[in-house]
């Protein structure tokens, strides 16, 4: 039926367009003048269809399918009705039934729960269909009777746009909010609600040099003491994100510099997406080959002059993280070294710079800000990097510097600790949301730095 509604919204919104501008476009032939042309018309015609039809499906749907399992439920016995567990079993069986998914005996109470949730759904259905032509036509009616000399169909139109443009950029900040909220509630829970058995201070959460979330479940499994240090998480992820930023700042860069100055079109035509083609590499791919062939290679050049190379490595993953985000640094800094004005360039080379000397003292400083840009975008993507770290550096928690130890970043600790079934109101689970909000605030303060330097140097060059 979503097909249905869909595809009816399609053909209104076509509808009333042509209505409306043919309308108005035989208003304005008998000689009035009108305020807007007749597109606009048309335009505020097709938003008194779209607007209505989908208000009702975004209202319409969730509110059918809750009355549909409210009354499909109340058929069950009282114990299932007041169980949420139960319940929650019971209306996922009748759904399933109901598709045609579940296969097996099922009991008369259910056939029954099932007819009433179909029957429902489909009354509800249809009657949310008529109710979207109505209010379409209903809109295609009100834009028709609307036209006239003195409408301003046009403002009205603009408005509607404006609203919609609005909306939009306040569900990206509730967004935000919301994402900042939750995970700050759970980070606070974890430090501060006495009902969670071993959870630690701020202080020993920020400065501890030991990591270690395990929690005994059973008698047996003896004392297993936990430690929530977050130091050796945050000196892995900051290690691999360095390794891998030697790598590919400078190739990313000098590449760039490469393309958009010195390379023929003919060259640049193919060396450009050839480039590019290492950012739709998969990162499990990279893992793979971070796991099966560098790291073998490093720890094999590593022992024969005598290094002692784990098997596992930072200096495996960081390599391999920065050929994954060299395409990052390389088309970022591209197109904005391509956008510096040749006037610049001419007037370098008027005052006697060679080429060399116009891209190292016009052209990169007045590129900064975008080259900034891209270098901070390939550190927020290695520092959220999983995959490669968890195949190629393993989840050893050590505070180390050596890039020929195993270690382990904040996002491979997330997954870990999350994966499986886990008590929720534990330490070990809220220990994720904890290193979530902290991690957040680290690239806050990385991008805040970035934000800073760039409009110091727009200063200087301005």
Not at 5 to 20: D, G
Not at 44 to 61: E, F, Q, R
Not at 305 to 322: H, K, P, Q, R, T
Request: with cysteine; glycine share 8%; aromatic share 8%.
């Amino acid at each position: 039926m979503t097909v249905v509604y869909f595809s009816a919204l399609a053909l209104l919104t076509v509808t009333a367009y042509f209505l409306a501008s043919s309308h108005s476009a035989a208003v304005s032939a008998r000689g009035q003048r009108l305020h807007s042309l007749p597109a606009y018309h048309g335009l505020l015609a097709v938003s008194l269809v779209i607007a209505p039809m989908l208000i009702l499906w975004v209202i319409g749907t969730p509110l059918i399918s809750n009355l549909a399992l409210s009354n499909a439920l109340n058929l069950f016995p009282t114990d299932v009705q007041t169980d949420s567990l139960k319940s929650g079993t019971a209306l996922r069986d009748v759904q399933s039934f109901a598709a045609g998914q579940r296969s097996g005996e099922a009991s008369d109470v259910l056939r029954s729960a099932a007819d009433t949730y179909s029957t429902w759904m489909t009354t509800g259905t249809y009657a949310l269909l008529a109710a979207g032509i109505a209010a379409a036509l209903l809109g295609i009616g009100t834009s028709l009777r609307l036209v006239s000399p003195t409408f301003r169909a046009r403002t009205h139109f603009e408005r509607f746009v404006r609203i919609i443009l609005i909306a939009c950029a306040g569900v990206a900040v509730l967004t935000t909010i919301g994402i900042v909220a939750s995970v700050l509630t759970e980070t606070l829970r974890f430090f501060f609600d006495p009902n969670i058995k071993g959870r630690p201070g701020v202080l020993d959460f920020l400065f501890g040099t030991e990591w270690n979330p395990q929690q005994a479940m059973r008698a047996d499994q003896g004392d297993i003491k936990s430690a929530y240090g977050f130091l050796p998480l945050l000196t892995g992820t900051l290690l691999i994100t360095f390794i891998a930023m030697c790598l590919a700042g400078p190739l990313g860069l000098l590449s760039a510099i490469y393309l958009a100055e010195y390379a023929t079109p003919q060259i640049r035509r193919y060396a450009k997406p050839v480039l590019e083609i290492l950012a739709g590499i998969p990162t499990v791919v990279l893992g793979f080959f971070a796991a099966l062939t560098v790291a073998p290679m490093i720890r094999g050049y590593g022992e024969a002059i005598g290094l002692d190379v784990a098997s596992e490595s930072a200096l495996a993953a960081g390599l391999v993280m920065g050929m994954m985000i060299i395409p990052f640094i390389s088309s970022l800094s591209d197109d904005v070294i391509n956008a510096v004005p040749q006037s610049l360039r001419d007037g370098a080379y008027a005052l006697g710079a060679t080429k060399s000397e116009a891209i190292k003292q016009v052209v990169l400083p007045a590129a900064l800000p975008g080259v900034v840009s891209a270098f901070m975008l390939a550190i927020s993507r290695a520092i959220g990097e999983t995959m490669i770290v968890v195949m190629a550096a393993g989840l050893a928690a050590k505070l180390t510097l050596n890039p020929l130890d195993a270690v382990t970043t904040i996002t491979v600790q997330i997954k870990t600790i999350l994966v499986g079934d886990q008590e929720f109101d534990s330490a070990k689970t809220l220990a994720a949301f904890a290193l979530g909000f902290v991690l957040f605030f680290v690239t806050l303060v990385l991008n805040i730095i970035a934000l800073r330097i760039v409009r110091k140097y727009r200063e200087q060059y301005d």
